[in-house]
């Protein structure tokens, strides 16, 4: 038994050194980065061109389509399967003269820019995004200039493509200039955007949106919000909101805009139907709704006779229903066919009896 735990542990000891010797080897390689579908010549080292050398890659032979000119390795119309760590070996006494670490990419295009206020009046975020994958480290240069001075740039510390940035005035007449720059190893490139304050005011959706039944009222709901918690100054900038609602049997929305309200009572909802109910916010003077809050549901007050109204109206008809009975149906059941027939034989007798007299 200890023999076999001891052989155990040789071979854990002997695979643990063989990822550190790797990980030790590509650390103490060189990157060189290329660019995708170009060949690409690696050069072993300081060695003359008749030096004669062996190419590894990863530890293994170079599979790649290839050519060898003395101690470069010319690799041609590389793509994503090329990366990995190519090694270089002297012959023929096999010393290993040199390492390199492949990255094949793209050079950037230009990003995509955002800029949006959700917190009003104190500043505004801007976030940028790649449209196409570099599939190699990319940076991102960020420049912000307002009236010909440039202004302190604060990055996120969650969102890494994310800034943010404080007004110095507010309602300026000057438009302010955002430059983003995405910059890796194959080249660069820019895009920039410019804006008024004003323009780009466009809160958080509400939060807390919560909605329930009015007890005994079968076609209410009672809806209540609450201002986004980013909003910083509501009184002094209020907020107006857009509230929107439907029966999840339909796919038509009714909306109510209300002016500072932070509660709206559906009067008009059908009777023991499930609801989905949403809220928008915007500043009341300036910038564009917000997103809609998350949704949430609810159903109004239902009774027994509430319930019955639910299954007729949600069970599905070929045809609306007809104004007139139908052909046969008795118009008031048994006994009105009963007291019909004996009131026109009654009718009949006396006719009888009137004309002999």
């Not at 230009?110 to 009046?121: G, W």
């Not at 008024?196 to 709901?221: C, F, G, H, M, W």
Request: glycine share 6%; with cysteine; aromatic share 8%.
């Amino acid at each position: 038994m200890a023999n076999v735990v001891t052989s155990v542990c040789c071979v854990v000891l002997a695979a643990l050194v063989v990822v550190y010797a790797q990980r030790r080897s590509q650390q103490g390689g060189r990157i060189q980065y290329e660019k995708i579908g170009n060949d690409v010549t690696m050069q072993c080292g300081s060695l003359g061109n008749d030096a004669s050398v062996t190419w590894k890659v990863n530890g293994t032979d170079v599979k790649a389509r290839q050519a060898q000119e003395g101690p470069r390795l010319i690799l041609m119309e590389v793509d994503l399967t090329t990366n990995g760590l190519y090694s270089c070996f002297e012959n023929p006494n096999g010393e290993r003269r040199d390492q390199i670490i492949l990255r094949v990419g793209t050079p950037p295009k230009e990003p995509v820019v955002i800029c949006r206020s959700n917190t009003f009046p104190n500043g505004f975020y801007c976030s940028w995004h790649l449209q196409h994958l570099t599939y190699i480290p990319t940076d991102f240069e960020v420049h912000v200039k307002h009236n010909q001075k440039t202004l302190e740039v604060q990055r996120d510390p969650v969102h890494k493509n994310r800034c943010h940035v404080k007004f110095p005035q507010l309602f300026s007449t000057f438009k302010y200039r955002v430059n983003i720059t995405a910059v890796n190893a194959l080249g660069k490139a820019s895009n920039g955007i410019s804006f008024d304050d004003y323009s780009i005011v466009k809160p958080d959706p509400p939060e807390k949106v919560v909605a329930t039944q009015i007890p005994n009222n079968v076609r209410r709901l009672e809806v209540t919000w609450n201002s986004p918690s980013t909003w910083p100054d509501v009184e002094n900038f209020p907020l107006k909101y857009f509230l929107r609602y439907r029966p999840l049997i339909r796919d038509q929305w009714q909306h109510v805009e209300l002016s500072d309200s932070t509660s709206h009572t559906i009067t008009d909802a059908y009777a023991g139907k499930e609801y989905i109910i949403q809220v928008a916010a915007k500043d009341t003077e300036i910038g564009t709704w917000s997103d809609w809050s998350v949704a949430v549901h609810a159903t109004p007050w239902i009774t027994s006779t509430t319930e019955a109204e639910v299954i007729l109206e949600t069970t599905p008809s070929s045809a609306p229903p007809s104004a007139k009975p139908r052909l046969g149906a008795p118009l008031g059941g048994t006994s009105a066919l009963f007291w019909s027939s004996h009131l026109l034989l009654a009718s009949v007798l006396l006719s009888i009896m009137w004309q002999q007299v």
